[in-house]
């Protein structure tokens, strides 16, 4: 009886032992996996945002250190302002002008490099390339290239009999130029996603095509799309929202000009906050962006689940 007892202490406390262990783990694991991952969150992104909120219901003017409360009175001089609506209209029409052709260009790049036996890596990393390139250096090439008098693309539309417009001083064309460098830069990105969603499909896939006789429409509108249409949604997302988040070509090429062509809601922002020094409006329009951007997020995760049901 005395032996058995001393088994069972033995067991209790072994068993003890484990749980305490068991604890120790999991608060070891939740202070090393959890807690401190959110420690440059909480520092770099939550609470700027609740700042940036408190002082878009001031008018405080980035120098002084005493400020107003003006209530909700910068957003609704913001959303009666010409120039939000303005911006409003560049960043939509830059984010609808970049997203699409970068999709196509990468998808279309993907399904080409993908008939490459040798040498494909190699290619991938030649169209990447302007994607790891920093957007300012790029920008400033470009502003060259895009000069009326001497170039390059002017020259070029000059072999064919075309005259070349004045691409950044012009404001018919000044977006489009921004546009082209950004889908340029960007391509090459969308393009790797849509390569490795394309070596994903079964080979069977296309062998029963090729028997049938398929043409290269045919399988890029019966394979390719609906097998890569995952990948669309997410770059077609992300992208917009790297859209919004534009500054560094338009700073470069155009600042925002001409006569605001160019301007986007994060030019405005800069504008605002750096030139005019009215950071409560200023910080009202990163509040909008953060809604618009918390929109398209909300909208990625709702379509991901209704393709993952599928």
Not at 150 to 178: C, E, H, K, M, Q
Not at 223 to 236: N, S
Request: one cysteine or more; proline letters at 4%.
């Amino acid at each position: 009886m005395e032996l058995s007892r001393e088994v069972s202490k033995a067991k209790d406390k072994s068993k003890a032992k484990r749980v305490r262990g068991i604890k120790s783990i999991s608060f070891s694991g939740f202070l090393v996996y959890i807690v401190l991952p959110l420690i440059p969150i909480l520092v770099f992104w939550f609470i700027p945002m609740i700042a940036s909120f408190l002082l878009s219901f001031t008018d405080w003017d980035y120098i002084s250190p005493t400020f107003n409360v003006v209530g909700a009175q910068n957003y609704k001089d913001i959303l009666s302002s010409d120039a939000f609506w303005q911006a409003l209209k560049n960043t939509l029409l830059f984010g609808i002008g970049t997203v699409v052709p970068t999709l196509i260009f990468g998808f279309l790049m993907a399904i080409l490099i993908d008939k490459f036996r040798r040498g494909k890596e190699l290619i991938q990393g030649f169209l990447f390339a302007p994607w790891i390139t920093p957007m300012v250096a790029m920008s400033i090439v470009w502003s060259w290239m895009f000069r009326p008098d001497i170039g390059l693309i002017n020259r070029g539309l000059a072999i064919f009999g075309i005259s070349g417009p004045n691409w950044l001083t012009d404001s018919n064309t000044a977006l489009i130029a921004v546009m082209i460098v950004t889908v340029w830069k960007t391509s090459g990105w969308c393009m790797l996603y849509y390569a490795d969603a394309i070596s994903k499909i079964p080979k069977d896939l296309f062998e029963a095509y090729e028997l049938e006789g398929s043409s290269v429409w045919q399988k890029i509108k019966y394979i390719y799309m609906p097998m890569t249409a995952k990948t669309t949604l997410f770059l077609a997302v992300i992208s917009l929202i790297n859209s919004i988040q534009a500054y560094d070509q338009i700073s470069v090429l155009t600042r925002g000009g001409p006569a605001g062509s160019t301007r986007t809601l994060l030019y405005l922002f800069y504008q605002m906050a750096f030139e005019q020094f009215n950071m409560g409006k200023a910080t009202t329009v990163t509040m909008i962006m953060v809604v618009i951007t918390g929109i398209l997020a909300g909208l990625m995760f709702i379509l991901q689940k209704k393709f993952a049901n599928r």
